[in-house]
């Protein structure tokens, strides 16, 4: 950042977080609305594709800001200066929307996370009569290598977010947990299907499921 105006405002803010009592306070209270008005905007620019509208979308703008506030606060360290305060911030209050957006629309909508259904694997493809057919019996076959071969864990997060497309944020808030440690899960689950496929005779499957 070669600005010297720039880099004197990030300093203000950097300093001012950092220092307990009346400096933060005042500092939260100049960023609150700026990252309100970021998240009404990512909310509205998302809410046709989530069918959210009126109130819901207030209380998430709110809500996103005020979390991203909190984020800020407890990831100042991370802040390198390489771009104004405000628009790294900004990006914690846009990350938030998203998340309690598709966590509203997912509770919304009553998916159970943990809800089995196995012909949306064999639905995701364009495929004529005959190839769904075969899709259909690789998609059995996935269904029995998740049943023998996965922990209980493994499954679980493997049929939220593979089968049922529920978005690994929305998971971890569901189950306490963090979008790391249930990565790590799913990546451990693919490798274990990926072997058991394999063993049976399933390879020519396992691209097909990952472009799915």
Known sequence: MDDPDIEQENRRWVCDLSMPGPRREAACGELYPLLVR???????RRAPLLELQ???????????????????????????????????????????????MNRHFWRRHEVPYEQEDWARLASRFDLSPDDEVQVRDFAQAVRTAVEDALTERQRLVFVATVLNGMPIEV?????????????????????KLRAALVANGHLPGVSALRSA
């Open 38 to 44: 970021i998240s009404k905007s990512e909310a509205r």
């Open 171 to 191: 998971l971890a808030d569901e189950l306490g947990s963090t979008r790391n440690a249930l990565y790590k899960v799913l990546f451990d689950a693919r490798k």
């Open 54 to 100: 009126g109130p819901e979308l207030e209380d998430i703008a709110h809500q996103a800001a005020a979390d991203a506030v909190m984020a800020v606060i407890e990831r100042l360290d991370r802040f390198r200066g390489e771009a104004r305060f405000t628009t790294w911030a900004t990006k914690f209050a846009i990350f938030n929307v998203a998340t309690k």
